[in-house]
């Protein structure tokens, strides 16, 4: 492949990226061994995106995601089991609720900089963990929230049955789809031009007059919403919400996803959450100290990929 | 009409492509044709699902679940099968997490095509199983403690639990403790839905003793230093100390509670005290302490079928011996291919009747399921660590009492929800 | 509240204050390492577990606590100067994340390799013959070994703070701490400085590990909580400041031994509140200098 073609190959992806990475996510159950699976890597896919707003494009890491997640996916469930919210509008109520923890952390956390960023989105979010933990009549705890049952639901009057693995499947991408069509314009818009600004130097950006601070708050509150979504749509898949989704170590997770796949490209999150959950389920099978190969993995693409796998790959094409 | 063209340039997509993907996604989803259907083989391999922790703090646990299942697979198959059809078991790991079992169960029953499920260990997880199965209406036996899922919020028609619950448990040791030690008693709990249930059964079986509650300590899960509780504790003065909490909590709170010396003047009881816990944590740490179980080893000096077990166990796996978990793995898979013989037939809501008709003694004494809730009705273990005159490096307990099979020990089906 | 006497809460703030010895202990090497790398050390807790585990294996092999407690650091001390040379060297000048990524995954690598050495379960391991019992301190009994720990840590800081203010060495560190260009300047080895440093604080890490085996289960996991409450402790006091290091983990140790006492279910989440409300008033900590940061 000369230089041209190839550059001109990628081109043309950055400028339809939504659309080829749809199209790619229409046929992506006939290449996943069983669909579960395949709407998990969606749902983390799209937690990742999310994530990556605020860590690949604003140069922020946050270590509190996991409090997005969590509450999207309890915002969903509990409005759906306790108020008999239809699952529409319980989806809607996840986001809300994810939000509004966003704007709070968000708020509070912007002031700090750096390493400091990282311990304080900690903090907040274990506070946020403990939180729903304690309100065990809402959440159930310990044992999670069960009970999010959605057999049939009515889509413009059809009704669709939510059980089979496909339909749910393809339900779910409509969601992920608008998110990251959405995504995709926010990125191509000025908004998303003056997050790279800041990331690249923020005191210039500054000194051109944004007012940074509110550009970083917005940014939490959006990446918040997104992962607020994934959260959503997880409660509806596996029918409850264990409150390990809270949990630090699920902010882990997503920085790990980010990392592995590519934190300064587009689609890349979405590889890394497939290749984190594919690592996971193969290596399970083949060995139980799975988590010795994963944290290897991950301490080598730290030292010699940390463009990640789909940065590579994209690097590489351009390179040939 | 500029901002559309602006738009598209600038690498998005214009909502008429939206709209098109959007109807053709709903298009494919409403006409897949049901290359998915639940109905389950009615012939061939009889496929039973069996996510536990293989990785994680229960592992040990969980692989000893593993071998004395594939020891009740091994049995049926030997002894022919179901009308020439053998069984198979799909082992998973759920990694102790409910989010990891769903997606498990998920697999095992969408892409496997398994015909029942059993397993599981710790609460949440086996309620996040039982929520799935429950669904998509396949068997599910769990072989771990939970008080939750025999309520009716979580049950299902579908829902076995083979396991006891922590009122048995606590129950049981409660009533040799108080009626022993003393009646004036303090609770260290842990703060979650378990260490409550431990809580109140202790209690029940207290009120009718008399037994006076001098605190109940609640400690976060998870904790590792109990230190901040224990001069508390031992100013209160208590005859008893029941321990609620499991695993590793229970190892480091005994271990802390005996080096603060509260062992000198108090009993230290706990309702479940697990053979890997025990082994990990040492002699000293856990001398003398009481606790309950659903099955020790020991119990073939008195129990033909359990040394019928412990010597099938011991044959497979090199002289070793199965540990409490490690037997309801047994029970629990052969309570279902029992069932499935009994019913003369796969088909899901026959053997459903025939498991609640089933009366069995499998490895520790007669057993049946309760009709209300499905729950196990079996005798329960007191034991007492011990330090000096073992046998081998096996014997880490004695046996001080065992409750008999006895539906009073159960919480009661309207307390559970049930209606009668 | 019944029983609720001056000798208890005493009691309760010895308790709390031996609680905090291990903070500070875990807390003083996070700091050092942040202080003078500006490397946030995500496996640091799996380094003190790999120090228990280390120790308790010692142990059944010399039956002797005392040269334990000076092998431990050696053996830990030099698994960070390996990890530091071939694994976090080459990560400098680039992203200030990434080593902190690195040792997010290295954590994984310990914990999972502990477990394929000793398997899942934990090792037994009871408080070392003479530093059993307890004492009566005036106010209640008290473990003896609690006692002892307390005062090894005391000891500990003291020769640390000695090593850092009274020796040349210690005075490489502190200029090192304050402008590293400044060493560079002065003809000084940089990169064996920060290899020494990492050492040291994973050293004391492991050290922290063997110290407190007697006081809870060794578990590959025993490293996981631990981890979220060092940091608590290091942002609380100042990343890079001893005796912020000290001080917050004593007070934090107090927190949660009183927390404990009046409302024990707010007793782990009242330290991360402790630690968001420091970082939204004071963002360097209590004793941190601020500017010290990405």
Known sequence: ?320 | ?420 | MSGLTLELLLLQVVTGVALGSVFVLLAIGLSLIFGMLTIVNFAHGAFYMVGAYMGVFLYGLTGNFWICLILVPLGVGSIGLVVERFLIRPLYGRNIDDPLLLTFGLGYVFIETIRILFGLNGIPFSTPAGLRGAVDIGVGYFPLYRLFLIGATAVLVLGLWLFIEKTKFGLIIRAGARDPEILKVLGIDVSKIWLLVFGIGTGIAGLSGILAAPLQAVTPEMGIPVLAEAFVVTVVGGMGSLIGAVTAGLMVGIVVAMTSLFMPEMAKVSIFLLMALVLLVRPQGLFGRAGLMG
């Open chain 2, 1 to 420: 009409m500029t901002s559309t063209r602006i738009s598209k340039r600038r690498g998005g997509i214009s909502r008429r492509e939206v709209l098109a993907a959007g109807a053709g996604g709903i298009a494919l989803a409403g006409f897949t044709p049901s290359l998915f259907s639940i109905a389950k083989a009615q012939t061939g391999v009889i496929k039973i699902g069996f996510p536990v922790p293989l990785t994680g703090p229960f592992g040990a646990e969980a692989n000893d679940q593993v071998k004395a299942a594939e020891i009740a697979i091994k049995e049926f198959n030997e002894a022919g099968g179901f009308q020439g059809r053998l069984a198979e078991l799909l082992v998973r790991d759920d990694k102790l997490n409910p989010g990891e079992a769903a997606t498990r169960t998920l697999e095992l029953i969408e892409k496997d095509k398994v015909n029942y499920v059993v397993g599981s260990l710790s609460a949440a997880v086996q309620l996040s199983i039982n929520n799935v199965t429950k669904e998509r209406g396949v068997i599910f036996n769990s072989i771990s403690q939970s008080d939750a899922i025999n309520e009716v919020k979580d049950w299902s028609k579908f829902t076995f639990h083979e396991a006891l619950n922590p009122h048995m448990t606590a129950g049981a040791v409660g009533r040799y403790a108080f009626s022993k030690f003393g009646k004036k008693v303090a609770y260290l709990t842990a703060d979650y839905a378990y260490g409550h249930e431990m809580v109140r059964g202790f209690e029940s079986a207290g009120k009718p003793l008399g037994v006076q509650t001098l605190a109940d300590i609640r400690h976060p899960i998870g904790a590792s230093d109990y230190s901040a509780f224990l001069p508390r504790i031992q100013s209160l003065r208590p005859d008893v100390l029941c321990i609620c909490n499991f695993g590793r909590d229970q190892v480091n709170a005994v271990k802390q509670a005996t080096e603060f010396g509260l062992k000198e003047k108090i009993k230290i009881v706990a309702p479940v005290l697990l053979y890997t816990a025990r082994v990990a944590g040492g002699p000293e740490i856990f001398e003398g302490v009481v606790g309950g179980t659903s099955y020790y080893w020991r119990l073939e000096d008195t129990v033909p079928t359990a040394k019928a077990f412990n010597d099938k166990f011991r044959a497979a796996h090199g002289g070793a011996v199965p540990s409490d978990y490690g037997a309801l793995g047994y029970a629990g898979v052969r309570s279902v291919l029992t069932a499935v013989k009994n019913a003369g037939t796969t088909d899901t809501d026959k053997v459903v009747a025939a498991m609640r008709a089933l009366k069995y003694d499998f490895y520790k004494g007669p057993q049946y399921y309760r009709d209300c809730d499905h729950q196990s009705v079996q005798s329960v273990l007191v034991i007492e660590s011990k330090s000096k005159d073992m046998k081998d490096k096996n014997d880490v307990f004695s046996i001080v009492g065992i409750e008999n099979p006895d539906e009073k020990n159960l919480r009661s089906c309207a307390d559970l929800g049930h209606k009668a």
């Open chain 1, 1 to 320: 492949m000369t230089m041209s073609n190839a550059a001109s190959l990628i081109a043309f992806g950055k400028r339809h990226r939504a659309a080829l990475a749809i199209g790619f996510l229409l046929i992506f159950p006939w290449l996943m061994p069983y669909e579960a699976l395949a709407v998990n890597i969606l749902v983390l896919g799209l937690y990742a995106v999310g994530f990556n707003l605020l860590f690949g494009y604003t140069g922020l890491l946050s270590f509190g995601h996991a409090a997005f997640l969590g509450s999207g996916a309890y915002g969903c469930g509990i409005a759906l089991v306790h108020f008999g919210v239809p699952w529409f509008g319980a989806i809607l109520v996840g986001v809300l609720l994810s939000v509004f923890f966003a704007a709070i952390m968000g708020f509070l956390a912007i002031r700090t900089r750096g390493i400091y960023f990282a311990m304080v989105t900690l903090a907040l979010s274990q506070c946020v963990y403990y939180l729903f933990y304690q309100a065990v009549n809402l959440t159930g705890g310990e044992n999670g929230l069960r009970g999010i049952n959605l057999s049939e639901i009515g889509i413009l009057g059809f009704s669709v049955n939510f059980l089979n693995p496909t339909t749910k499947y393809y339900v779910i991408l409509a969601f992920v789809a608008f998110a990251l069509w959405l995504f995709s314009r926010l990125l191509a818009s000025p908004f998303g031009a003056v997050l790279e600004a800041i990331r690249e130097n923020e005191s210039r950006a500054r000194a051109c007059g944004y007012d940074v601070a509110r550009v970083k708050f917005i940014a939490f509150v959006i990446s918040g919403a997104f992962c607020g979504l994934a959260g959503a749509l997880k409660a509806l898949h596996l029918s409850i919400v264990p409150i390990e989704t809270l949990h630090y170590l699920t902010s882990g997770q997503v920085v790990m996803m980010a990392l592995l796949g590519g934190m300064n490209t587009f689609f890349g999150p979405f590889v890394g959450a497939a290749a984190f959950l594919l690592l996971e389920d193969v290596l399970t099978t083949m060995t139980s100290h799975w988590q010795l190969v994963l944290g290897a993995i991950f301490v080598v693409f730290v030292l010699f990929f940390p463009k990640g796998i789909w940065g590579s790959v994209l690097a590489w094409m351009v390179r040939k």
